[in-house]
């Protein structure tokens, strides 16, 4: 995701669509169609010297209404999918870390292998969802595990099903060995539950993409009228109708292929969601409520210590 300080500096702030695969595409299209209005207004105006069929200009107006409708209902759709995104990532910051403030606030101060257990799994949770909503987990991202784990893991076809079970499996563990309240974990379940609720709204969007149908009619729209736009603004403007038709397409364009890059807001586009980072965070926060920190070079059955 690209990062910016807004009402900053406009200049630059712009500098920063020229790091954007999308507007790589944009521009590319806009000059491949300069170059075909180039030749059209070249053939037309001096090879053949024809006298162009002048089309009124109120038809590519009211085409362009119409377009202009439907781009912003594409647009629309494919923000809230982003923002929805970002809602439920932020959520599951909110879970993780009321999750950890409560387990640790229920745990007697003894039980300092259950709150290593919690830290390690809720911040590979966070790593896991990452990558479970792209090409799938990579183990190698995930901390501190061991061979029999990354064997098991590796195993799983849905991997934070299991890790949020394996949450789940230890809080019912110290519920039944009287360490946790029977309030306490009923507080806890419903963070637990959140975790697979927010996994689950993110493969909603994941797997749900804007209707195939309507995506390819909006794209053959636009083909269609930035086709005949040059037929319309040659007559009227001769050569300067390159300049006109690029900025147009550049627009209708532009719009479309930013729309595409954000309906899917889990990737790794310049506009995607910062999951990563927000991965990230989880770890420190989690770590650092339940007061476990990584100490180097220890014995692996010690790669923990509590922080008083």
Not at 49 to 64: A, E, M, N, R
Not at 149 to 160: F, G, N, T
Not at 259 to 270: K, R, S, W
Request: hydrophobic letters at 45%; proline letters at 4%.
């Amino acid at each position: 995701m690209i990062v910016y300080e807004a009402n900053k500096s406009w200049l630059r702030d712009v500098r920063h669509l020229w790091v954007s695969y999308t507007m790589k595409r944009i521009m590319q299209h806009t000059l491949i169609m300069g170059a075909i209005t180039a030749v059209i207004a070249f053939l037309t105006l001096d090879v053949l010297q024809l006298s162009p069929w002048k089309i009124d200009g109120s038809v590519f107006s009211l085409l362009g209404i119409v377009l202009s409708i439907l781009l912003v209902f594409r647009t629309n759709s494919a923000y809230d999918r982003w923002w929805e995104g970002r809602q439920l990532w932020g959520r599951l910051v909110n879970d993780t870390r009321n999750l950890a403030v409560m387990a640790h606030a229920a745990l007697p101060d003894e039980d300092l292998d259950t709150r290593r257990f919690l830290a390690v799994h809720l911040a590979n949770f966070g790593y896991t969802l990452k990558e479970h909503l792209r090409k799938g987990v990579q183990l190698e991202d995930l901390i501190f595990l061991s061979p029999e784990e990354h064997q098991l893991y590796a195993s799983k076809a849905h991997l934070p099903s299991f890790l949020a079970w394996q949450i789940q499996h230890r809080i019912q563990q110290s519920f039944r060995n009287g360490d946790i309240a029977g309030e306490d974990h009923l507080n806890l379940k419903v963070h637990t539950q959140a975790l697979l609720e927010v996994t689950g709204a993110c493969e909603r969007i994941r797997k749900t993409p804007i209707p195939f149908s309507y995506n390819v009619y909006l794209k053959l729209y636009i083909m269609v009228y930035t086709g005949i736009l040059p037929f319309g603004l040659i007559p009227h403007f001769g050569y300067f109708a390159i300049l006109f038709v690029m900025f147009i397409a550049f627009a209708f364009l532009g719009v479309q292929l930013m729309a595409e890059e954000i309906e899917d807001p889990f990737g790794l586009d310049c506009n995607d969601l910062p999951t990563g980072d927000i991965a990230h965070t989880i770890r420190k926060n989690v770590f650092e409520i339940l007061e476990v920190r990584h100490v180097e070079n220890e014995p692996e059955k010690n790669l923990y210590q509590k922080v008083f």
